[in-house]
């Protein structure tokens, strides 16, 4: 069940995104350094009591051509990986759907384990019977999916290649 379907008021300001982009980097340097033993795990909101794992996800920008990381909320589905590509309800997709539309080919960090990954947007169908999923692993997706109400929110699996 959602926290607050009521948007906040500063979600949309350009510090909220910094916030959002250098938490990530923070996390994404914590979690390489010690292997996911620190940053594993999301503990925020509704992770507080119940945490989440976290994986990191790398892409390289379709304009750029930098490689950048993304740590992220992540469920195993037998072989699969699932990702929700919330970014905390902001109005837009994060830029790593974009990145990875352009070159799925990729690879993820688990604790110290590395993976080579291909990324897909899941199907309506896909994301009618993951949705619940994720849901239900981190409870403020749907909080997610409330303030940003002119997108639905994507599922990406990312499959073994």
């Not at 909320?73 to 037998?78: A, F, G, P």
Request: proline share 7%; no cysteine.
């Amino acid at each position: 069940m959602p926290l607050s379907t009521e948007r906040p008021p500063g979600l949309d300001s350009p510090w909220a995104t910094r916030l959002i982009k250098y938490g990530a980097m923070a996390n994404t340097a914590i979690y390489r350094l010690t292997r996911g033993r620190l940053g594993g795990s999301w503990r925020i909101m509704s992770g507080w009591k119940k945490p989440v794992p976290i994986l990191l996800l790398d892409h390289v920008g379709r304009k750029s051509g930098k490689s950048f990381t993304a740590p992220l909320v992540y469920l195993e589905d037998d072989d699969r990986l699932i990702v929700v590509a919330s970014q905390g309800g902001m109005p837009g997709d994060p830029q790593w759907v974009h990145n990875l539309m352009a070159q799925p080919d990729t690879t993820v960090q688990i604790g110290g384990d590395r993976r080579t990954v291909r990324a897909r947007v899941a199907t309506a169908e896909e994301r009618a019977e993951l949705w619940p999923r994720m849901t239900e692993l981190y409870a403020d997706f749907d909080t997610y999916q409330a303030w940003a109400t002119d997108r639905q929110i994507k599922i990406l699996i990312l499959e073994p290649r």
